[in-house]
């Protein structure tokens, strides 16, 4: 009778940690074989476990590929939850797109899965450099019992600009071109299903964040280097799956009025104080845009200052 019990208990938690999974992030199928996890846009928190972020998936009859490990230990175990809904395939790798937490901090847990994890060596650097800042972070964020278990794991497979990962005949093509929102930050390429996931490259519905790790002077190359393949599928770092029209409005036009803004305000004599000021109107619909859009004028004018 215990071991019913037990059995039961089991059961139920697996249900309901699913149940928990689907009310946090929303599954969208792109092509036979190949999803987005789509996370909400608002801050981390106790609930979503670090996952404010959009992630990929592609199956294969090999096994799975998963683009970004989840923004904890607890917030890969929900990822986990999700794909378990959608294929029996183990997940055989895990892609980090680059050094935001959400997008590699979650790695012991798939190691533990068995899973190789892959990620440019700008990327590891980043994560390295930044790990304990993360974690400290986190632990104000989302609580200290909800990133138990949360331990710093790097990269079984670097490369510098390039890389392609193939996968029960599934091939996937990975570039990292330059910095843009952080150092290492790479696409993903699924040409069979003209779909790329951008990771932090592109923010598509909410504001994106110049932060004093980003760099402003490149991020505009990497969303073009991104955008020559002319994709069909647009996944962002942050968002919905969208188009290239989209994504373009969303960052690349954001960056770019940024950038033209304040060269204009330094060129008028303007300071780091009064840069808040610059017109970012246009992009008021963006989520999160009274949050970050002043901070993000002080940072690009900290950086645009001395190039």
């Known amino acids: 009778m215990s071991r019913f019990f037990a059995l039961f208990a089991c059961l139920f938690a697996f249900v309901a940690n699913a149940a928990q999974a689907e009310q946090v992030m929303q599954v969208t199928p792109i092509a036979p074989g190949t999803y987005a996890l789509v996370g909400p846009t608002v801050q981390r928190n106790p609930e979503n476990l670090g996952n404010n972020s959009t992630h990929g998936l592609i199956v294969t009859d090999d096994g799975a590929v998963l683009i970004d490990a989840g923004g904890s230990y607890k917030g890969a175990q929900m990822l986990h939850e999700l794909i378990k809904g959608l294929t029996e395939q183990p997940v055989r790798y895990v892609i980090n797109t680059g050094g935001q937490d959400h997008r590699w901090i979650g790695n012991s847990y798939w190691k533990e899965q068995g899973a190789s994890i892959v990620a440019s060596a700008d990327a590891v650097a980043d ?39 193939t996968l029960g005949g599934v091939t996937l093509q990975l570039s990292h071109p330059v910095a843009a929102h952080t150092p290492g930050d790479t696409f993903v390429w699924h040409p069979a299903t003209e779909t790329v996931f951008t990771g932090d490259i592109v923010y598509v519905g909410r504001i994106l964040g110049v932060m004093e790790f980003s760099t402003g002077a490149t991020w505009l190359d990497a969303f073009d280097a991104m955008a020559a ?38 060129e008028n004599g303007g300071d780091i104080i009064t840069a808040v000021d610059v017109d970012q109107s246009a992009f008021a619909y963006l989520d999160n845009f009274e949050t970050l859009a002043k901070r993000n004028a002080q940072e690009m004018f900290s950086q645009m200052e001395w190039e």
């Open 127 to 165: 994560q390295q450099n930044r790990a304990s800042m993360q974690q400290t972070i986190l632990t104000a964020l989302i609580g200290a019992d909800m990133l138990q278990g949360t331990t710093p794991a790097y990269a079984d497979i670097t490369f510098e600009d390039s890389y392609e990962l």
């Open 229 to 266: 393949l002319q994709p069909a599928h647009v996944v962002p770092g942050h968002g919905p799956v969208t188009d290239l029209a989209t994504a373009t409005r969303d960052t690349r036009d954001y960056l770019a009025n940024l950038r033209e803004m304040i060269g204009a305000h330094i």
